[in-house]
C-alpha cells in the first residue's frame, strides 16, 4: 500500500502491538546470471516505528529462516533512511516504494502478518534486493540536465525568479533518481546492455528532469540538445500515456504534466527545425 | 585551461564537500578521480533540509555584517575555532549563495522574486537561505549535475560503489589511496598526487543518530590509523528535535522552531490530557521562559541540554517519557506547508500523527561531529594588534569583508591535515565550529571548503608536489604494501565465516548495537568521570569481543557483511578518541558537559583535543593544542539566560560557559 500523504491525513498508524511476529519473504539472488530463490524469516517487531529497514537490520545480525536454515545476510541498499535519497527502493507487497518509508504497523499490523520483499525489476539484479540503477544517470547526462555556468568564479547572483517559478521548479527537483516512476512503466524496460540505452525510452524521471533545465533562465541555453536527444528514437513519443509513473512517485512530481510539456516542446522544436532546414 | 600533465587529484567523498572540491578542481585543469560507496546524489547531504547561512543585502541594512556572522559562529562554537578560518569562511558565504544560485538551485523567493530567508539559531538576523525544506538535497544535486558535466567532459572519473580502505603515504606524503569496489570486491591502489578525504561524519558510531546509514566515520579513522591526527573527538553535537525511530532517529529540523515552532510540557509532572486540552497557562515553555531574548532558537547544545533536563532530572516529559512538545499548531496552515511541508511530511510519515493539528513529540538524538581529521590553514590579511571584544549585534563591523582577510587564498596548507597532501573537507575537517555548530553553517562549511581550500590542492598538486617525483612515477612497492595489507584483512575476516554457530559475543551487528548503545549513553549530553571510564571500560571488552569477530557471508560478490564488518574495527577506535577526549577535557564548553566540571576553564582548555594512535600499542593518546584566538576574546557564553522559574529553579542545571 503507498501511503498517501497530505496535509491532513485521513489514516492513523494502527497502534503497536509489540511483540508481534511478522514473517518476511524475500526474493534472493546470489549475483546477475544465478537463480532466483525465495527465504523466509520471522521478525518480532520490538521496537514502536519498525520499517522494512530496521526488520532488515535484524535478519541481518542472525538470518535464520523459517525453516531453521541459516543463510547468508539478505544484500539491499539504503542511505538517508527517511526518503530522501531514493536508495532503499524495493517491490513490497508488490508496489515499488522505498523500503525506509514502509512501517510495519502499516503493512503487517497483526501477529503472523507476511510481507514480500523483491527487487526492482527494471534494473539489472546485482544481489538480492540490490539493483544498478545506472542507466538512470546515464539518461542524466544523456539529456544535459545540468545549468551550463561560465565556472565557479564569483560572478553575482543567479536571476531573478518568481515564487510561482521557483516552486514549480523545486517540486520537479527533489526527484530522488529513486526509478519507481520507470519500475511501474509499461514502456520502460530492463535493458542489461548499457550500448542500447541511448535508443531506449528515457522514462518519466528524466524527461521530467528536462523539462526542469529547459525552465531555468540559463538552463535553457542546451534546451535544443535536450529536444533534439528527446526527439530520436527512445524519446518522449514512445511514452504510451498510462501514468503510471505519476501514482508511484513517492515525491509526487507531476510527471504527467512535465511529459505533456516536453511533447509540446518537442513537437515545435520538430517544426522550427524543419522550417529552419 | 589545458590538462596538467599526468597529474591527477583523489577526492574520497562526493556529497557536498566532495562535489565541490571535484569541480573546482576539475575546472583548474587537474584530472579528478571522485570515489564513493554510494552513487553521488545519494549521499548523506541530502539529509539537510533547514538551510544555509549567509549574509545577505536585507540583512546588512539591518545591521547584519559577514563579521557577526563569523563572530556568531566563534561565540555558537564555545571559543574552541580556530578563528581566522571562520572569519574567511563567514566572507565567503555571500558568494557561494550566488554561485549555488546560479547553479539553478531552487531557493525559496519573496513575491518580488529574490531569494526568501528565514530564521535559525543563534542569531537575531535572518540569514538562512533555504530551498523548500530539502536545502542539502537541492544543493547537492545542483553540485552533482556540474559533477556529471565535467564527466561527460572526461575531466572527473567517478568510481561509485568503491569504498575508500587506506591511503597510500609515501615519505611522509599522500601519494594514492586503496580501495574496494563493493560489488566485484576487488582491491586495488590508486595513485594521485593529493588526496581531499570528503567522507563526512560518524553519527553511527552512536548506532543510532540523525545521520545517513552509511556515515560510519570508518574512512576518517583509517586516515588517523595510518598517522592523521583527529581534533576534537569528543565534540558531538546533540540535535534538540528528532524523532525517536527503530532505524534512525530522524531530525527535526531547526526550522521548526525558526518557523515559531515553540517547545513546551506540561506544567504539571504526569498531566496526562491531550496537549490541545491544557490550558497556555498550564504549559511550561520552558526555552521560553529561561531564555527571553533568544526564546525556542537557543543554540542546539543549549536546547538539548534543558530538554535533557526537563525529562531526566525534572520528570517532566511529555506522558512521563522522554519527549516534548515541539508545537506549530498556533501557525496557519498554508504558511506551514509553504515553509516547512518537506520537514513535516516526515513526521507524518514516520510518527503516523498530523503534526499542523497535533503537537510533534521529540527528544534529542547525536547529530554532528563538530570534530574530525586535523587540519592546519595560512592566516590572512586581518591581524589586529589586540583582540577585540565580542561584536554587538547590529553595529557597524570593525572590517568590510574581503577576500584573504581569514586565511590566504591558496595557501597549500589550508585544510590539509598533518600528513601532506592530505586534505579533510567538510564534516570530516574539525574546523570552523569550535565545541558547537550552529544550525546551517555546517553546509556552509562544506561548500566552503571545496571551493576555497580547492584551490589549495590545485595550487599543492601543481605548485609543490612536482619538486617531488610524481605519483604516476613513483615504484610500485608503496603501492603494493598497502593493498597486500588489506587483502591480508579481508582474508582474515574472510576466513571466519561458518565458524561454530552464532554467537551474539562475536557478531558485527550485536557489537555495533552495543557500542551505539554505550555510547549514547555515556558520551552525549551529561558526561561524567566516572560513567566515561566505565565506558573505556566497556570498549575494551568490545574490542576484544571484536578481535574474534566472526562473519556470515563468504561471498566474493557484493559482500556487505564484510564491508560493515570491518567498518565495525574502525568505528570502536573513533569511540576510543571521543571517549578519551571527553575524558581529558575537564570542563564545559558547547557540546561536551561535564556534571564534574560543570564550568568553561579557559586557561587549561581553550585548545584543541588533538589525539593520535599510538601504532604500536593501537592506544590513543591526546594532547591540547593552542588555538588560534587572536581576533575576538572569549566571554562567557549565556545567550542571555535568566534565572529560571521558581517551580525549577532549584534543579536548574548551570548553562555550560556561564
Ligand atoms: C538530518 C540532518 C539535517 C541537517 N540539516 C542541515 C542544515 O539544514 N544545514 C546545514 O548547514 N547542515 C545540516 N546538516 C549537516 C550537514 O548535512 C552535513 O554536515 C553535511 O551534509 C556533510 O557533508 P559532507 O560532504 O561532509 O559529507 P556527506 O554528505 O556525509 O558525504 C560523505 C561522502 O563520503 C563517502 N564515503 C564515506 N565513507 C567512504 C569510504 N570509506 N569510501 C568511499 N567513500 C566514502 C560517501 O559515499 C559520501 O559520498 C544536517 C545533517 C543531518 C544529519
Ligand atoms: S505515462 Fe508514459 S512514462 Fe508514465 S508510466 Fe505511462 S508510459 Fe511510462
Ligand atoms: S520522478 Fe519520482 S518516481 Fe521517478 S525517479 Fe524521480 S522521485 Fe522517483
Ligand atoms: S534510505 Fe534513502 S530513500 Fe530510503
Given amino acids: ?277 | 585551461m589545458a590538462a596538467a600533465g599526468n597529474q591527477r587529484v583523489i577526492v574520497v567523498g562526493g556529497g557536498l564537500a566532495g562535489l565541490a572540491a571535484t569541480v573546482r578542481i576539475a575546472e583548474s585543469g587537474l584530472a579528478v578521480d571522485l570515489f564513493s560507496v554510494v552513487p553521488v546524489k545519494r549521499s548523506h547531504s541530502v539529509c539537510a533540509q533547514g538551510g544555509i547561512n549567509a549574509c545577505n543585502e536585507v540583512a546588512r541594512q539591518q545591521g547584519y555584517s559577514e563579521y557577526e556572522h563569523f563572530d556568531e559562529t566563534i561565540y555558537g562554537g564555545d571559543f574552541l575555532a580556530d578563528q581566522h578560518p571562520v572569519l574567511e569562511m563567514a566572507n565567503w558565504a555571500p558568494k557561494i549563495i550566488d554561485l549555488l544560485d546560479r547553479m539553478g538551485v531552487p531557493f525559496n523567493r519573496t513575491s518580488e522574486g529574490y531569494r526568501d530567508l528565514r530564521l535559525f539559531g543563534g542569531s537575531l538576523f535572518k540569514r538562512t537561505h533555504f530551498a523548500g525544506a530539502t536545502t542539502g538535497q537541492q544543493l547537492i544535486y545542483a553540485l552533482d549535475e556540474q559533477t556529471r558535466r565535467y564527466e561527460s567532459e572526461g575531466k572527473v572519473t567517478k568510481y561509485e560503489f568503491w569504498e575508500f580502505l587506506w591511503p597510500v603515504i609515501e615519505d611522509g606524503r599522500a601519494v594514492g589511496i586503496v580501495a574496494q569496489d563493493m560489488r566485484t570486491m576487488q582491491i586495488r591502489a590508486f595513485r594521485a598526487d593529493a588526496v581531499v578525504m570528503a567522507t563526512g561524519g560518524c553519527g553511527l558510531v552512536y548506532g543510532k543518530s540523525t545521520n545517513s546509514i552509511i556515515c560510519t566515520g570508518a574512512a576518517a579513522a583509517r586516515c588517523y590509523q595510518a598517522g592523521v591526527h583527529y581534533g576534537n573527538p569528543e565534540m558531538i553535537q546533540v540535535h534538540p528535535t528528532a524523532i525517536p525511530g527503530a532505524d534512525k532517529l530522524r531530525l527535526m529540523s531547526e526550522s521548526a522552531r525558526g518557523e515559531g515552532g515553540r517547545v513546551w510540557v506540561p506544567r504539571k509532572k504526569g498531566d496526562m490530557r491531550a496537549p490541545r486540552d491544557i490550558p497556555d497557562a498550564e504549559r511550561y515553555y520552558f526555552l521560553e521562559e529561561r531564555y527571553p531574548k533568544y526564546g525556542n532558537i537557543v543554540p542546539r547544545d543549549i536546547a538539548t541540554r534543558e530538554i535533557f533536563s526537563i525529562c531526566v532530572d525534572d520528570g517532566l516529559g511529555v506522558s512521563g517519557e522522554n519527549q516534548v512538545y515541539l508545537d506549530l499548531t498556533h501557525r496557519d496552515p498554508d504558511y506551514l506547508k509553504r515553509k516547512l511541508e518537506g520537514i513535516l511530511e516526515i513526521y507524518e510519515k514516520f510518527a503516523g500523527e498530523d503534526p499542523y493539528r497535533n503537537p510533534m513529540k521529540i527528544f534529542p538524538a547525536v547529530h554532528y561531529s563538530m570534530g574530525g581529521l586535523w587540519t592546519t590553514f595560512t592566516p590572512g590579511s586581518y591581524n589586529p594588534a589586540q583582540a577585540r571584544h565580542k561584536h554587538k549585534s547590529g553595529s557597524p563591523a570593525p572590517i568590510d569583508a574581503k577576500v584573504g582577510q581569514g586565511m590566504q587564498l591558496g595557501a597549500i596548507n589550508n585544510a590539509m591535515t598533518n600528513i601532506e597532501g592530505l586534505y579533510a573537507f567538510g564534516e570530516v575537517n574539525f574546523a570552523y565550529h569550535g565545541a558547537n555548530r550552529l544550525g546551517a553553517n555546517a553546509l556552509l562549511s562544506c561548500l566552503f571548503d571545496g571551493l576555497f581550500c580547492g584551490v589549495s590542492v590545485a595550487n599543492y598538486v601543481r605548485n609543490a608536489a612536482p619538486s617531488k617525483a610524481p605519483a604516476e612515477s613513483l615504484p610500485a612497492a608503496a603501492y603494493e604494501r598497502v593493498t597486500q595489507q588489506e587483502e591480508a584483512k579481508v582474508k582474515n575476516l574472510l576466513s571466519t565465516v561458518n565458524q561454530g554457530n552464532y554467537d551474539e559475543k562475536t557478531n558485527a551487528y550485536v557489537i555495533h548495537r552495543e557500542l551505539g548503545v554505550e555510547m549514547t549513553t555515556a558520551c552525549t549530553v551529561v558526561k561524567s568521570d566516572a560513567r566515561l571510564r566505565q565506558c573505556q571500560s566497556k570498549l575494551g571488552e568490545l574490542k576484544g569481543r571484536y578481535a574474534n569477530v566472526k562473519l556470515g557471508d563468504a561471498a566474493g560478490w557484493t559482500n556487505q557483511s564484510l564491508s560493515f564488518a570491518r567498518a565495525v574495527g574502525d568505528m570502536l577506535l573513533v569511540a576510543d578518541a571521543i571517549a578519551l577526549g571527553s575524558l581529558e577535557r575537564k570542563e564545559s564548553r558547547g557540546a561536551h558537559y561535564r556534571t564534574d566540571y560543570k564550568d568553561r576553564d579557559d586557561a587549561n582548555f581553550m585548545k584543541t583535543t588533538l589525539a593520535s594512535l599510538k601504532p604500536e600499542t593501537r592506544d590513543v593518546s591526546v594532547q591540547f593544542v593552542p588555538i588560534d584566538a587572536s581576533l575576538i576574546l572569549p566571554e562567557a557564553r549565556t545567550y542571555g539566560k535568566v534565572a529560571a522559574d521558581a517551580t525549577s529553579a532549584a534543579k536548574q542545571p548551570v548553562a555550560a560557559g556561564v
Fill in chain 1, 1 to 277: 500500500m503507498i501511503a498517501t500523504i497530505s496535509a491532513n491525513p485521513t489514516h492513523a498508524t494502527p497502534p503497536t502491538k509489540l511483540g508481534r511476529k511478522v514473517r518476511f519473504r524475500i526474493k534472493r539472488c546470489e549475483g546477475p546470471g544465478k537463480p532466483s530463490t525465495w527465504n523466509t524469516y520471522t521478525v518480532t517487531i520490538d521496537q514502536k516505528g519498525a520499517n522494512v529497514i530496521s526488520c532488515l537490520q535484524q535478519i541481518a545480525a542472525n538470518p535464520v529462516t523459517v525453516e531453521g536454515t541459516r543463510t547468508t545476510p539478505v544484500v539491499w541498499d539504503s542511505g538517508c533512511l527517511e526518503e530522501v535519497c531514493g536508495a532503499c527502493t524495493m517491490v513490497i507487497n508488490g508496489k515499488v516504494r522505498q523500503s525506509c518509508s514502509a512501517l510495519i504497523d502499516h503493512l503487517a499490523p497483526n501477529e503472523g502478518d507476511e510481507i514480500s520483499l523483491e527487487p526492482m525489476s527494471k534494473f539489472p539484479v546485482i544481489r538480492d534486493l540490490s539493483v544498478d540503477r545506472q542507466r538512470m544517470f546515464h539518461n542524466l547526462a544523456r539529456l544535459k540536465a545540468w545549468v551550463p555556468i561560465d565556472g565557479t568564479y564569483a560572478l553575482g547572483g543567479g536571476p531573478k525568479e518568481s515564487p510561482e517559478a521557483q516552486e514549480t521548479r523545486y517540486a520537479l527537483s527533489t526527484c530522488m533518481t529513486c526509478g519507481c516512476c520507470l519500475e511501474a512503466c509499461p514502456q520502460f524496460n530492463l535493458e542489461t546492455d548499457a550500448s542500447k540505452w541511448d535508443s531506449s525510452f528515457v522514462g518519466a524521471q528524466a524527461i521530467s528532469q528536462a523539462r526542469l533545465f529547459n525552465m531555468h533562465e540559463t538552463g535553457k541555453e542546451l534546451a535544443p540538445a535536450r529536444l533534439d536527444a528527446l526527439m530520436g528514437p527512445g524519446g518522449v513519443s514512445d511514452c504510451g500515456n498510462s501514468q503510471n509513473c505519476v501514482k508511484v512517485c513517492p515525491k509526487h512530481i507531476p510527471l504527467t504534466e512535465s511529459i505533456a510539456a516536453v511533447g509540446r516542446a518537442v513537437t515545435l522544436h520538430a517544426i522550427t527545425k524543419f522550417f529552419r532546414g
